[in-house]
């Protein structure tokens, strides 16, 4: 059986959209669970639960990385405020109070990237090519990190330190303590949003 490769120019969102659906295991990783496949907010990101069940935001734009990552940052920022109420909604988070880690796909990683990158720790920058195998369409992820992330220049940088970790001396506040539970009729309500 012979191998016929060939790259392909996708324009479509929801075309895009089914094929990073279909390619959650390297995106998030093994056992991820589809929470909403596409939310209300700009650029109807996915929302997914990990193996951890911890939130993951997916945004991706099939040719503006920008918006791709600031309607993420957006939709990250949403999620993270109303944590609290998504996860009684969303059983599969067991009430996790982690914020949302950010997953932002587009062709090409977005303008500073390597600082972006350097500085948000939740956040994994993917850039896509879509092919044709034997007729059947997929997409080629690749992970950008901060060494890809932008064309090098000939000089040599030092390599960003990570912060030292903040370990609070309390334990978290869960949402069933300070928050009563949502009806029926209120869960419905939000999974509408």
């Not at 000089?155 to 978290?172: H, K, R």
Request: include cysteine; aromatic fraction near 4%.
């Amino acid at each position: 059986m012979k191998l016929r490769i060939q790259s392909t120019q996708i324009v479509d969102h929801e075309e895009l959209r089914t094929l990073l659906i279909d390619s959650l295991d390297q995106l998030v990783g093994d056992n991820a669970q589809i929470l909403e496949p596409k939310l209300p907010w700009e650029g109807h990101p996915i929302l997914v639960a990990d193996a951890r069940q911890r939130p993951v935001l997916i945004s991706f734009d099939p040719d503006n990385a920008q918006a791709a990552l600031l309607g993420g940052l957006q939709a990250a920022e949403q999620i993270s405020s109303a944590l609290t109420w998504i996860n009684q909604v969303y059983d599969a988070l067991h009430n996790q109070q982690h914020p949302p880690r950010l997953v932002v796909i587009s062709r090409q990683p977005p303008p500073g990237a390597d600082s972006i990158l350097a500085a948000c720790a939740c956040l994994k920058l993917f850039s896509y090519k879509v092919l044709q195998v034997n007729g059947e369409t997929g997409l080629w992820l690749e992970a950008v990190d901060e060494r890809q992330a932008e064309p090098d220049t000939g000089t040599v940088q030092a390599a960003p330190q990570p912060a030292p970790a903040i370990v609070p001396d309390t334990q978290p506040v869960r949402a069933a303590d300070t928050l009563p539970s949502l009806s029926d009729e209120e869960k419905l309500y939000f999974r509408q949003l």
